[in-house]
Nanobody, 123 residues
Framework: QVQLAESGGGVVQAGDSLRLSCAAS????????MGWFRRVPGKEREFVAS????????YYVDSVKGRFTISRDYAKNTVYLQMNSLKPEDTAVYYC????????????????WGQGTQVTVSS
């Protein structure tokens, strides 16, 4: 099976930028959705952005529109999340995930998950 591994997190100040990567190992062919979620202690995972692996069509939660950009690289089997103008409320563990089906913000619909990468934004 395909495994997902996030990287690129770190500690930054408000207004800074980070680029998260999600590398897929093993087979990663077909028609599916790749999504980014984030989670803070005591809360469930929150949808951030998604991309249709085949078409490249993207979808974002309102709070990150204009600041975050999701993209993918077929050759590297990698999906990215470019995060600009970071805010303290963006602090969370960020996860990438895969879903076989239509775009959705429901974390329960995503079956395959990475282990997460920590993003901390100080004020």
């Amino acid at each position: 099976q395909v495994q997902l591994a996030e990287s690129g997190g770190g500690v930054v100040q408000a207004g800074d930028s980070l680029r998260l990567s999600c590398a897929a190992s093993g087979r990663s062919f077909g028609y599916y959705i790749m999504g980014w979620f984030r989670r803070v202690p005591g809360k469930e995972r929150e949808f951030v952005a998604s991309i249709n692996w085949t078409t490249g069509r993207t979808y974002y939660v309102d709070s990150v529109k204009g600041r975050f950009t999701i993209s993918r690289d077929y050759a590297k089997n990698t999906v990215y999340l470019q995060m600009n103008s970071l805010k303290p409320e963006d602090t969370a563990v960020y996860y990438c995930a895969r879903r076989d089906g239509p775009t959705t913000t429901d974390a329960n619909a995503y079956v395959l998950w990475g282990q997460g990468t920590q993003v901390t934004v100080s004020s």
